[in-house]
């Protein structure tokens, strides 16, 4: 039987089912738990952060899985984050109580890049043994 996780269309599924969860929660117009500032900025800072972070890894998978050498999956990964992130700072913007931001979309993209970095670095360690 073959591992589930090593299922290409396994890892779609679950690349896109983080992106729904990440659409969900871009239109919640007020979280039940409202945080004073400074923590306001750290708590939603941190939330995108682990969001990118998954997503980008999440969708590396998928495209490696589907084919694509490994480079070329990180790079689309990488681009398909930062689009997906743009669109989810628009979509924000029709929510109540909620605001574009170019800081949250640089984050986003600071997170794929994070990942990006993570995978060359470790496929590096990996050619030299």
Same mark, same amino acid.
């Given at each position: 039987m073959k591992n589930i996780? !090593? !299922?290409? *269309?396994?890892? *779609?599924?679950?690349a896109i089912v983080w992106m729904v969860f990440i659409f969900y929660l871009s239109s919640v117009s007020k979280f039940p738990v409202e945080f004073q500032d400074p923590w306001a900025s750290c708590v939603s800072y941190g939330a995108h952060v682990f969001l990118y972070l998954v997503l980008t890894?999440?969708?590396?998978?998928?495209? !490696?899985?589907?084919?694509?050498?490994?480079?070329?999956?990180?790079?689309?990964?990488?681009?398909?984050?930062?689009?997906?992130?743009?669109?989810?700072?628009?979509?924000?913007?029709?929510?109540?109580?909620?605001?574009?931001?170019?800081?949250d979309w640089l984050v986003d993209g600071a997170s794929a890049l994070v990942i990006v970095y993570l995978y060359n670095y470790f496929c590096k360690l990996k050619m030299l043994k």
């Open positions: 996780l !090593n !299922n290409k *269309w396994f890892n *779609w599924v679950l890894f999440l969708l590396i998978r998928a495209l !490696n899985f589907a084919g694509l050498p490994l480079k070329k999956a990180v790079a689309f990964a990488f681009l398909i984050a930062i689009i997906y992130g743009a669109t989810d700072e628009f979509h924000q913007s029709f929510v109540p109580y909620r605001s574009m931001s170019l800081s």
